[in-house]
């Protein structure tokens, strides 16, 4: 479980909200366009959207918040990457 920080998921998940995940130890098969929190050797965890991008060798990180725009995280990068497959919002 991992805490959100920040507004580039907003409105689907706020700062302060906690999100479950699975982690996926084949980065083989990943579902285009779910949440999934990204390990970055670089910017630490991130909750992003994955999509394909433009190059083999990366993947494109999409938020939710239209005020962020999507970027490009070389592959050799990436540490790690988590499913979100639930959220905990607390009052």
């Not at 991008?53 to 918040?65: C, E, F, G, I």
Request: one cysteine or more.
């Amino acid at each position: 479980m991992i805490e959100i920080s920040g507004s580039s998921m907003y409105p689907k998940y706020n700062s302060g909200d906690v999100v479950a995940c699975t982690i996926l130890h084949d980065n083989s098969f990943i579902q285009w366009n779910k949440c999934h929190v990204i390990a970055t050797r670089e910017q630490g965890l991130l909750c992003k959207r994955l999509m394909q991008s433009d190059t083999t060798d990366a993947l494109r990180l999409v938020s939710d918040n239209p005020n962020y725009p999507p970027f490009d995280v070389p592959k050799s990068e990436i540490t790690g990457i988590a499913l979100v497959i639930g959220v905990i919002r607390l009052e």
